[in-house]
């Protein structure tokens, strides 16, 4: 495993040790007809569809290959097969196989892959050798498939050196291919770190200290092996107990209470007093529209050090502080710091002076500090400090930032990756106001980080990490995954538009667990992020203003991303702002970032006092009739609570399923706590509204699914529905052979309600359904006898699409009891889908 890219002094102390378990060397031939050729073609993807066999998974099931020869099997072919498929005479087996010192036994070796390949990518760019891209692509998606069909009884090991050799392979082919829009022409796998149990990633970084929530994001995101394997490697400097009370969805080791907060010494032991602003002075600079900057005045001792209030004019060159709270720089009891870490302020300031690039390096610096120049007292001056915040970090020449766990190390001593990495795990990415200051700091390459011996700027380890993914690929999915890390500051400004605005998109993707001491900071932040008005927004209650936020949107916008009203999460309580989220903070999405879904067309939702105005498509439901004369629960129909099946005009099936979290409780979906199955049962109206306009075309057998939101119609005018939100959902279409069965179950529900027993039902009265009355028990089983009757003539009716699933006793049951269900009346009609222009307005 030494091509996997490990830190310096990484807790990797020994690399993962991979035993050689071949029986028989690598036969030369193709690859991809290797198991026919040892009389094992039931592991190849494509054999229960070409020849009638199980699929590999259930192969196993019912036949499990003793895991010994498996292993063996699949290290010949999906490790040893594979390079020489690609690498061809570029190496050999012997290449990768070296003596263990711990034991007699052989172990696989990988010291030499990296060069072996980047020597092959260079050929085949040269066109040097005759191998297709769209051959290796199979190759590498082959052993993809294969190796996702083991059962976790095998060797870790063993799968963890496959995949990862697969990775690899996968970067260099597309390096050597010139592949460079991956979204679009990439035909390998490009998630071999799903092959891998989580436990691997998740267990040893929480030993390294770090926080769950950081797990999670890395763990649950799109990073490859290479980056979490070096992640794992990666100590956290702080205490492990810091981060004992986080949760997967937030980091909490950085709140402050501030009734209890405590200003910090930079010694323990050292009493020295705290030196105060002259808030006079502050106040009076503030309502003149102008910056508060300080200079340290030292003197013979400490207790003689003093500050200047110095009020900003044009061209003044001063460095804007960002730090984390929880460290212990700030104070919100008064506008004063003690005098040591003044002191200490003062010594890297003076260091700051020295880079070129941080402005005329003749000129003094000065510095800004939210604890000494932001007034603690409510007033107009604090508003206006508050107002001006975003010019204060923007003409700032430098921002520096300060955070505890980066000053443990010498940056100098560390590579750009170890530095970019320890950046985006520090205390300083948690946080809420960081994001600004990072973000408008760099969006000028002007964000500096203090380590121990020096700052360093981040816009040049920003473009190293760039060029080690373009260059580099034993460490490219490395690059990758600091790159998408560091990116949410780094370019959240200048990546979201010309304007110097944010997009709401990009703001909610980089406040993932993120976290603030005073909740009502949060629409403050993004207001200044995207441009909006702060003062009218500051102008009312510190309740209201995440409402006037939602409001404003639209002013610096065309609107507001209509994709909103299917995101999860909290949302606000006041009529017409149900739609909207009470918080961007914590991140409900798994996966999908739904504010990224919809980017271009007509993407705009206009705020009104009734809702949010949107166009989207969507359908029309309507409930069958439940059949007269039937019991409550006939024939104990077992229903799902969190499913629903649907119908089109067009003999289509859908299921619908409540979409939820993975990290949330039931009903977290903070909209209903009703089960989905409930509304079958309801005097209300409901639509469904779509995310996506249709459906595409599918021919790989993946189940196609649609993101939703299911809605109670509060009201219809001639162009607009008036709606509540109700439930999100997920719709999928059925695949064909499920779809036929159920429309022949539909088929023959209709006929049973033709049937002379269901026509007796319909002229009882209700004191006559009654289960321990002898007639009605007599039709009642009469009719569940015409039921079974009308099953099994549908199962037998040559020619039936869905006769070959209910042929079994088994799947004839299977079959009567879905006939039960729609005869019940439990699914739902859907009406023809309207225009994407149609008019909704969701509260």
């Given at each position: 495993m030494e091509h996997l890219p490990s830190p310096l002094h990484s807790l990797h102390a020994d690399q993962i040790k991979v035993p050689y378990v071949c029986n028989k060397s690598y036969d030369g031939g193709s690859f991809l007809t290797y198991p026919v050729r040892e009389g094992k073609e039931y592991v190849l993807p494509a054999a229960s569809t070409s020849s009638g066999q199980l699929p590999f998974w259930q192969h196993e099931k019912l036949y499990p290959t003793p895991k010994e020869e498996l292993e063996s099997f699949f290290q010949t072919w999906l490790f040893f097969g594979l390079l020489h498929e690609i690498l061809g005479d570029f190496c050999s087996p012997q290449d990768f196989i070296r003596a263990s010192q711990e034991a007699p036994d052989e172990v696989i070796s990988t010291s030499k892959l990296i060069s072996i390949i980047e020597t092959w990518v260079s050929r085949v760019i040269n066109d040097e050798t005759a191998t297709t891209y769209e051959h290796l692509a199979e190759c590498l998606w082959v052993t993809y498939a294969a190796l996702r069909a083991v059962n976790s009884a095998f060797d870790q090991r063993i799968k963890l050196s496959i995949a990862s050799t697969g990775e690899m392979l996968e970067y260099a082919v597309n390096k050597a291919f010139h592949i460079d829009n991956m979204a679009r022409d990439n035909e390998c796998p490009a998630s071999w770190r799903q092959l891998v149990d989580e436990a691997s990633w998740t267990e040893p970084m929480r030993a390294a200290g770090w926080c769950p929530s950081q797990i999670f994001i890395l763990c649950q995101g799109a990073f490859s092996i290479q980056s979490l394997y070096y992640f794992t490697g990666l100590r956290q400097p702080e205490s492990p107990s810091r981060h004992q009370s986080c949760s997967k969805q937030k980091c909490v080791a950085y709140q402050n209470n501030l009734e209890k907060y405590t200003t910090q010494h930079c010694m323990g032991d050292c009493k020295c007093e705290e030196l105060s602003i002259d808030n006079g002075?502050?106040?009076?600079?503030?309502?003149?529209?102008?910056?508060?900057?300080?200079?340290?005045?030292?003197?013979?001792?400490?207790?003689?050090?003093?500050?200047?209030?110095?009020?900003?004019?044009?061209?003044?060159?001063?460095?804007?502080?960002?730090?984390?709270?929880?460290?212990?720089?700030?104070?919100?009891?008064?506008?004063?710091?003690?005098?040591?870490?003044?002191?200490?302020?003062?010594?890297?300031?003076?260091?700051?002076?020295?880079?070129?690039?941080?402005?005329?390096?003749?000129?003094?610096?000065?510095?800004?500090?939210?604890?000494?120049?932001?007034?603690?007292?409510?007033?107009?001056?604090?508003?206006?400090?508050?107002?001006?915040?975003?010019?204060?970090y923007q003409d700032a020449t430098m921002v520096l930032v300060l955070d505890a766990s980066l000053q443990l190390f010498d940056g100098g001593l560390l590579t750009p990756e170890e530095m970019c990495t320890r950046i985006s795990s520090s205390g300083w990415t948690r946080r809420l106001w960081t994001l600004q200051e990072g973000a408008l700091g760099a969006d000028k390459e002007r964000l500096w980080f203090q380590f121990r011996d020096r700052a360093f700027n981040i816009h040049p380890l920003w473009l190293r990490i760039l060029e080690i993914f373009d260059k580099e690929i034993g460490r490219r999915g490395l690059a990758s995954a600091i790159s998408l890390e560091t990116k949410t500051f780094t370019t959240l400004i200048s990546r979201g538009s010309n304007d110097g605005k944010g997009d709401l998109a990009m703001i909610e993707a980089a406040l993932r667990h993120r976290s603030v001491s005073v909740g009502t900071d949060e629409p403050h932040l993004i207001a200044n992020l995207l441009g909006l008005d702060l003062e009218e927004i500051l102008n009312g209650s510190d309740e209201t203003r995440v409402y006037r936020m939602w409001s404003l949107m639209p002013s610096i916008r065309q609107g507001i991303p209509k994709s909103i009203i299917f995101r999860l999460g909290p949302r606000l309580s006041g009529e017409g702002f149900r739609w909207a989220p009470s918080t961007l903070l914590d991140r409900y999405e798994d996966v999908n970032d739904i504010l990224l879904t919809m980017?271009?067309?007509?993407?705009?939702?206009?705020?009104?006092?009734?809702?949010?105005?949107?166009?989207?498509?969507?359908?029309?439901?309507?409930?069958?009739?439940?059949?007269?004369?039937?019991?409550?629960?006939?024939?104990?129909?077992?229903?799902?609570?969190?499913?629903?099946?649907?119908?089109?005009?067009?003999?289509?099936?859908?299921?619908?399923?409540?979409?939820?979290?993975?990290?949330?409780?039931?009903?977290?979906?903070?909209?209903?706590?009703?089960?989905?199955?409930?509304?079958?049962?309801?005097?209300?109206?409901?639509?469904?509204?779509?995310?996506?306009?249709?459906?595409?075309?599918?021919?790989?057998?993946?189940?196609?699914?649609?993101?939703?939101?299911?809605?109670?119609?509060?009201?219809?005018?001639?162009?607009?529905?008036?709606?509540?939100?109700?439930?999100?959902?997920?719709?999928?279409?059925?695949?064909?052979?499920?779809?036929?069965?159920?429309?022949?179950?539909?088929?023959?529900?209709?006929?049973?309600?033709?049937?002379?027993?269901a026509r007796q039902m319909t002229t009882l009265q209700d004191h006559e359904i009654d289960l321990d009355l002898s007639n009605y028990r007599t039709l009642f089983d009469s009719l569940g006898n015409e039921n079974r009757r009308i099953a099994m003539m549908a199962a037998n009716e040559a020619g039936l699409a869905a006769s070959k699933r209910i042929s079994g006793r088994a799947d004839s049951a299977l079959f009567e009891a879905i006939i039960s269900l729609l005869f019940a009346g439990h699914f739902v009609l859907m009406g023809r889908r309207t225009e994407a222009t149609q008019r909704w307005c969701v509260d």
């Open positions: 002075a502050v106040e009076d600079i503030l309502l003149k529209g102008q910056i508060p900057l300080l200079r340290i005045i030292p003197g013979q001792s400490l207790a003689d050090l003093s500050l200047e209030i110095i009020p900003s004019q044009t061209g003044s060159q001063y460095v804007a502080l960002s730090h984390v709270w929880a460290d212990g720089l700030g104070n919100p009891y008064a506008n004063a710091l003690p005098r040591c870490q003044l002191l200490r302020l003062q010594g890297l300031l003076q260091r700051s002076n020295m880079p070129s690039d941080s402005g005329d390096s003749g000129q003094e610096l000065l510095f800004w500090c939210d604890t000494l120049c932001c007034p603690v007292k409510p007033g107009e001056a604090k508003t206006r400090a508050l107002v001006q915040m975003k010019r204060t980017r271009d067309g007509n993407t705009e939702g206009i705020p009104s006092p009734r809702g949010l105005h949107v166009s989207l498509s969507g359908y029309n439901l309507s409930f069958p009739s439940r059949p007269k004369g039937l019991p409550p629960n006939p024939w104990n129909i077992m229903r799902e609570k969190k499913l629903l099946y649907m119908r089109d005009e067009y003999g289509a099936w859908y299921l619908v399923r409540r979409r939820e979290s993975k990290t949330l409780s039931a009903g977290g979906d903070f909209l209903t706590n009703e089960e989905l199955c409930t509304i079958t049962h309801s005097n209300d109206i409901f639509r469904i509204i779509d995310l996506e306009t249709e459906f595409q075309a599918r021919t790989d057998g993946v189940q196609q699914t649609r993101t939703s939101l299911l809605v109670k119609l509060v009201q219809e005018e001639e162009d607009t529905n008036y709606v509540q939100s109700f439930m999100h959902i997920n719709v999928a279409i059925l695949q064909r052979a499920n779809s036929d069965m159920f429309e022949a179950a539909y088929q023959c529900a209709q006929q049973l309600k033709e049937s002379s027993s």
